[in-house]
């Protein structure tokens, strides 16, 4: 049960990642964060109402959730830009390490947990990674510092933000309720900078207007819904067995992300950058199963 739940979490998140991405290169990314996140909110309310867990509301939760979702926009739009301007198949196992490496560090600096060796040598492993995810030392046009310096700022976002909302769920109610409250901020937050951005003469939309995000829209709700059932799924592999085994699992879906953009958009990566993704995956695992 453990390894189907987190499998289909890999599976969610990296289509989702895939989605928001593809969909960043037509689309301004803070709409794609926007109005995928709106969708997101609109199904959590429904969850949240029908399992009572506005019970379950209290001072911690709230600020929590609230520094969550506060974090989450600028993480998301460092990210699908990350991924609309340079390779899924590097952006997407780079941006999993800080999903994994942040809720550690924190472990260690509020729990005075200490890291086993496997953790230190999938932090190694992941920074090796990192630097041949880059192209550094390989023939051809490395990946911009760009793409990696908004992959890096994403893959902070993305820890800091699982750190905040493991430290707001106590329980499976209280984990909707957080994630109803953080998808919430998201919009708020998100909303508010789009139409600052509007004001000062960014528009808002392509070209073809409006049209493109109504016919993008059935895409745009996959991204968040696929989201949420991803935290679903992984905190239903969490409570069938153990978490490390379901965090090791979950952690594998940016060769969803990989195998997707290869199929779809004939990506190609140098030999160079497919060895760093794949180390940094790795490192990923070992951080999670350590």
Known sequence: MTAVFALATSLLLGLADFGGGLLSKRLRELTVVVVSQGAACAVLAVVVLATGAWSELDARLLWCAV??????????????????????????PVATLGSVAVPVAVGMALHGERPG????????????????????????????????????VAAFGFGATMSLVAEASPTVTGLFLTLFVQRFVNVAVGGGVLYASVRRGTPA??????????????????????????????????????????????????????????????????????????????????????
């Open 67 to 92: 520094a969550a979702g506060a974090i989450g926009p600028a993480a998301m739009l460092c990210f699908y830009r990350a991924l609309a301007i340079g390779p899924m198949g590097v952006v997407s």
């Open 117 to 152: 060796l496997v953790q230190v040598i999938g932090t190694l492993i992941a920074v090796a990674g990192v630097v041949l995810a880059g192209g550094v030392g390989g023939g051809g046009a490395p990946v911009r510092q760009r793409t990696i310096l908004l992959t890096l």
């Open 205 to 290: 939309l392509p070209e073809t207007g409006i049209r493109a995000v109504w016919t993008s829209l059935p895409a745009l709700a996959f991204v968040g819904l696929a989201d949420v059932a991803a935290n679903g799924t992984y905190a239903v592999a969490a409570q069938y067995g153990p978490v490390t085994v379901a965090a090791v699992l979950a952690s594998l879906y940016p060769v969803v992300t990989a195998l997707a953009a290869r199929g779809v958009l004939q990506e190609r990566l140098r030999a160079a950058q497919s060895a760093g993704a794949g180390l940094a995956l790795l490192g990923t695992v070992l951080l999670a199963s350590g």
